[in-house]
């Protein structure tokens, strides 16, 4: 270690603006500075976004001062370790130029000691202009890459930078032309030799032991003996003059890591210790496959844990805000907790932001979420430059070597929608050989590198791909490869189309919703509560969203009867719409081994297709993810000559389930009761209940199907409407009485009520949310938080029949 601290206070100035010279904490964004120094607004409130671009327009410097003592310059070396430094920035220490950056996503390396002084030292980053660069190296390309200019991004050639695309916007963020230095910098004094990094491998036998091999990477030729523990075990070792030193441990009986809702997540320390220098990680011990073996559809995608095939559940994930600063432990502690709580076990982490911190991957292990890994390329054409490629491979090798010892990580995928992207563009359509050519040119660079790091994982070309070289439509092929499908939504289908689909993999499908009226009220002065209102539609970025969502209403609903109903009823649609393609996809289990909607989180507050607001308040759709989600769920589907009910049984073990089915009507009347009991085996999926159409169909206007079973001592409900345009049904207004005693609420009704939805101004959440409430029930639902005042002031109760 050494006693050079270079986090914390810096100072922040820009040539441009002379009069600015303000504290800069780092870790940390220069936008969130200015925001604190009060020289520019929220960027998040109201219309500021507008406002606050010029921060994007100039060149930026922070400096600090810091001591160096005599006892850290006696050390031979001294190395400072820089990453997510964001991102064209020039790094001096006393005025001497020491190194510089340009790629957000590089692991720097620098022995800083021939640069310093003992006493005061002054270190200064200087920030060029991204945009600039990008302008500039798009005029040294020898052809065209265009880009998503304009849908997604706000300033042009984002595609030529290695700096977190969605910073110049995107469907549903803010655009953000952030600096900044994002992980904590880190300074080491070397005596006699310097570590680099250790790795691991786990080497699997027949009999079901495992061999941990532990790779130490050190300078070479250096006298040295490194310890190394894994578990229980320990070993002292001489290092190899090479530079590498292997030490082993055979793990006679390993406890295995599972996905979440599979099993448990053990984790071993694993700790290396060099010259002082220490490396800690936890490491899960796991048999990792992805099977894509030909089968009677075409080819399977299926994620093989320790021999076991998992339905992957979760969503997409993107960066947790738009300033950098506002990343916090505990922000990423509540949005993965809440994937976990809805039983998701699968996280993708999508090409158009980052690689994640330590902290989300640490987090991801610990909570059994398995993590779909895109590299950072998304929904636009790359260059395959030598320049550019010489770029990324070192990016890459960086990424690769940090994260591939987390258990977690199940796949490396080479980019976000870039095969897809060849066909949107005049120039690449043009001439589609040539633009195909160019992909292939990257792509193979990505792939080379990322199994040279990695051969323990498949690599994955793109999202969506339907296989290795294979530049197919992976957007609608339901036989084989993983899939975004965007009929919902972009084109406009009702949600009736998922139900036309049987995707092997569905890693991107979304709906959007409005922020709930909690959220609102915290970014939208009340002047401006309307969907059309200046705020509203500048924190809509699809530019057709507000236009889809309110036709969509027009399809399904009467039209909610106000801007708060609007808000409820939006978040209802959003359910529905998921709820449909999950619901039929696990009754088709195994045909489909993955589910991962767009997406979980946002960055901002904005109208989009997350199911977490930015305060992290759970949408309706996540509420209802917990039961689509559940590890044993009842799904309903109308076949041609019955509706079904089935049992889907996501656990290792054989269930013995039992539960009903009621047919009610919208007054509240029986119409039909079932009772079943099933035995369904691990990973089965069986048919529980089916009702001939010739009982029901011709009176399908007269009410709704409820199933409900027990899941971990849990009620899982479902309701299934057999007309789904809801607007079309004698739906009864419901008289719903709500009791509240402390963080326990209540309620019951005399009517049959629908996404029940509970709501209130403060943080936390509710033990469910947006149900089914039949009549003459009462059902208990905790308030989960500690704002209890919040909950006593602003306790809202929504349903569908108050809507209108
Ligand atoms: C997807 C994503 C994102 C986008 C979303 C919604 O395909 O990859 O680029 O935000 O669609 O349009």
């Known amino acids: 270690m050494s006693s050079i601290e270079l986090n914390g206070e810096w100072t922040l100035r820009s040539p441009q603006h002379p009069h600015i010279a303000i504290p800069m904490s780092l870790p940390g964004d220069n936008y969130s500075a200015l925001f604190k120094a009060g020289l520019i607004p929220d960027p998040y409130i109201g219309t500021n976004e507008k406002d606050v671009q010029w921060v994007g327009e100039a060149q930026w410097k922070i400096e600090k001062e810091f001591d160096a003592g005599a006892a850290d310059l006696d050390a031979r070396a001294i190395e400072m370790k820089l990453s997510r430094v ?141 310890s190394v523990e894994f578990g229980e075990h320990s070993k002292t070792v001489t290092c190899d003059k090479l ?31 060099l010259d002082g220098q220490v490396i800690n990680k936890r490491i899960g011990l796991r048999k990792l496959v992805l099977n894509t073996s030909e089968d009677a559809v075409g080819s399977s995608m299926e994620f093989q844990v320790n021999g076991f095939p998992i339905t992957a559940k979760g969503a997409n994930w993107i960066p947790v805000d738009a300033m950098p600063s506002n990343e916090s432990e505990s922000r990423y502690r509540a949005l993965l907790q809440s994937a976990v709580d809805v039983n998701m076990n699968m996280i993708r982490v999508w090409g158009g932001g980052q690689y994640e911190s330590e902290l989300f991957y640490d987090l991801c292990d610990e909570y059994g979420l398995m993590v779909w890994q895109d590299m950072m390329f998304s929904c636009a054409l790359y260059p395959s430059t030598d320049e550019f490629v010489a770029d990324v491979v070192p990016e890459l090798r960086d990424q690769i070597r940090r994260l591939r010892d987390h258990c977690c990580i199940a796949l490396w995928c080479g980019d976000n929608e870039v095969i897809g992207a060849i066909g949107w563009y005049p120039e690449s359509k043009a001439n589609r050989t040539k633009y195909t050519v160019n992909y292939d040119r990257l792509s193979r660079k990505i792939a080379e ?17 339907n296989g290795d070289l294979d530049y197919g439509d992976a957007w609608h092929d339901d036989t084989r490869g993983d899939m975004h499908f965007w009929d919902v939504w972009h084109s406009g289908s009702s949600f009736s189309a998922y139900l036309d689909i049987q995707p092997r993999f569905c890693s991107e499908f979304g709906y959007q919703s409005w922020p709930s009226l909690a959220e609102v009220k915290r970014f939208v002065p009340e002047s401006d509560w309307n969907v059309t209102s200046p705020t509203f539609e500048s924190h809509q970025k699809n530019h057709s969203g507000n236009s889809i969502m309110t036709e969509m209403f027009t399809r399904y609903f009467r039209f909610p009867a106000s801007f708060e109903q609007m ?78 009910l089935r049992l889907s049984n996501n656990t290792r073990h054989t269930e013995d389930v039992s539960g009903q089915v009621v047919w009610m009507s919208w007054a509240g009347k029986e119409l039909g009761r079932w009772d079943w009991a099933e035995q369904v085996k691990a990973d089965g999926n069986d048919l529980v209940w089916s009702l001939d159409k010739s009982d029901w ?58 996404f029940v939805h509970l709501e209130h101004d403060g943080d936390g959440r509710f033990s469910d949310s947006s149900f089914t409430l039949l009549p003459n029930q009462t059902k208990t639902v905790r308030y989960l938080g500690d704002d209890l005042e919040s909950l006593s002031r602003s306790l809202r109760v929504y349903d569908l029949s108050h809507s209108y």
């Open 86 to 226: 964001d991102t064209l920035a020039d790094i001096s220490i006393n005025g001497q130029p020491v190194f510089s950056c340009s790629n957000m996503f590089r692991h720097y390396k620098v022995d800083i000691k021939p640069f310093l002084r003992e006493g005061k030292n002054t270190i200064s980053v200087e920030f060029a202009r991204a945009d600039l660069e990008g302008k500039a190296r798009a005029e040294r390309l020898p052809f065209p890459i265009p880009s998503s200019m304009g849908s997604n991004n706000q300033i042009p050639h984002m595609n030529l930078l290695r700096k977190t695309q969605c910073h110049a916007g995107w469907d549903w963020g803010i655009c953000l032309m952030v600096s900044g230095i994002y992980d904590a910098i880190t300074v080491s004094a070397i005596h006699t030799i310097a570590l680099e990094r250790a790795t691991t491998d786990q080497f699997w036998n027949e009999d079901g032991s495992v061999t941990v091999e532990v790779s130490v990477s050190h300078e070479a030729n250096i006298d040295a003996q490194v």
């Open 243 to 273: 530079g590498e030193t292997k030490v082993s441990f055979a793990i006679a009986q390993p406890k295995l890591w599972w996905p979440a809702g599979y099993g448990e997540q053990p984790l071993y320390e694993l700790s290396v210790e």
């Open 449 to 465: 590198t990322v199994m040279q790091e990695d051969s323990s994982r498949r690599f994955w070309a793109s999202s969506p791909c």
């Open 567 to 644: 808000l409820y009823m939006s978040q209802v649609q959003q359910a529905i719409a998921i709820k449909t393609g999950c619901e039929y996809w696990r009754s088709q289990s195994p045909t489909c081994r993955g589910m991962l909607y767009w997406q979980l989180n946002d960055n901002w507050p904005v109208s989009s297709w997350s199911s977490i607001e930015y305060s992290g308040r759970w949408k309706q759709l996540h509420y209802h993810a917990k039961r689509f989600f559940s590890p044993l769920y009842i799904p309903f589907h109308e076949t041609e000559d019955a509706l079904t």
């Open 697 to 754: 169909a011709d009176r399908r206007e007269l009410g709704f199907f409820f199933a409900e079973i027990e899941c971990d001592g849990e009620p899982v409900q479902n309701t299934w409407f057999p007309i789904p345009e809801l607007k079309n049904v004698a739906v009864e207004k419901a008289d719903l009485k709500v009791v509240r005693e402390g963080d326990s609420i209540s309620i019951s009704t005399d009517r049959p009520a629908l």
